[in-house]
């Protein structure tokens, strides 16, 4: 039988030891103190009695700025929660370079594994309406409805978050433009090949043949009045586990399998 507390002390002892102070060390990241101050905040609020959930957000975002320093050059600066002049929002991570800045909006994705029989229910009701080439296979007795839900989820995520970046791409003066790009992290729950979907839709304004949800994502788009400026760089992908400390996977730049004739 798992020690489910102990497992999530061992972590957070792991987090400390092995990952706060390479950020707090790294010369190109200023802000790392605010980074790992939340961190810390978020540890005590569930120590104190509080949920673990804004602990797993927080070591996904140690994880994001993690890998975000590994792919940025020597001479570049990362800042956290940017400011963007004359308003009270904020973009997650921002890279200064001598090119001008890039955005880089961090958010965790991190459906809930339901399986009860109004899941399935639901899942049966998109299914009857699968585009002809491409479908999703799942079943009840494995954890379909779950698994299906999961699926779903992540995508409705995938349509918000990308609206809110939007919003905040919409709000940047002259002197702050630069591309914003939206980060989505997965604990495993949904994986790249739905990202990748969703992604070449956005660029492209159409849905890929071998899509299984593009009916679904087209209804969802109708019935919420949502329309996607299209101003975002692009999407990236960052997958962390929940006992890892860093991320084990990341895509920079998402795009799908090149299909015939395209």
């Known amino acids: 039988m798992i020690d489910w507390q102990a497992s999530k002390e061992q972590w ?24 790992t101050g939340r961190f810390e905040a978020a540890v005590g609020r ?15 975002e140690l994880a994001g700025a993690h890998t975000i320093l590994k792919h940025i050059g020597d001479e570049d600066r990362l800042r956290y929660e940017a400011r963007l002049a004359g308003t009270a929002k904020s973009i997650d991570f921002l890279v200064e370079t ?27 009701r998109i299914a009857a309406d699968f585009p002809a080439h491409a479908r999703l296979v799942v079943d009840r ?13 992540s995508r409705w995520s995938f349509i918000q ?7 905040k ?8 433009r630069g591309p914003v790009w939206l980060l989505l992290c997965s604990n495993g729950a949904w994986h790249l090949d739905g990202l990748e979907d969703f ?5 492209t304004g159409r849905f890929r043949e071998d899509d299984w949800s593009q009916n679904a994502i087209a209804r969802y788009l109708a019935a919420e009045g949502i329309g996607f400026t ?24 998402v795009r799908g399998p090149r299909q015939f004739g395209v």
């Open 98 to 124: 001598k090119e001008g800045p890039v955005w880089i909006d961090f958010k965790t994705v991190a459906p809930q594994w339901q399986d009860d029989d109004a899941s399935w229910e639901r899942f049966e």
């Open 12 to 35: 957070i002892l792991e987090v400390r030891r092995q990952l706060l102070p390479e950020l707090i060390a790294d010369p190109r990241f200023p802000d790392a103190h605010m980074l």
């Open 169 to 176: 791409a919409a709000l940047l003066q002259d002197h702050e």
């Open 230 to 253: 299209r101003t975002l760089a692009g999407f990236s992908f960052l997958r962390r586990y929940h006992e890892e400390v860093r991320a084990n996977h990341f895509v920079q730049c």
């Open 199 to 203: 992604a070449d839709f956005y660029r």
């Open 141 to 153: 007795a494995w954890s379909g409805a779950a698994l299906s839900g999961q699926e779903l989820k």
């Open 161 to 167: 978050r990308t609206v809110e970046a939007e919003q």
């Open 46 to 60: 569930w120590e104190a009695g509080g949920a673990f959930l804004p602990v797993i957000h927080d070591g996904n």
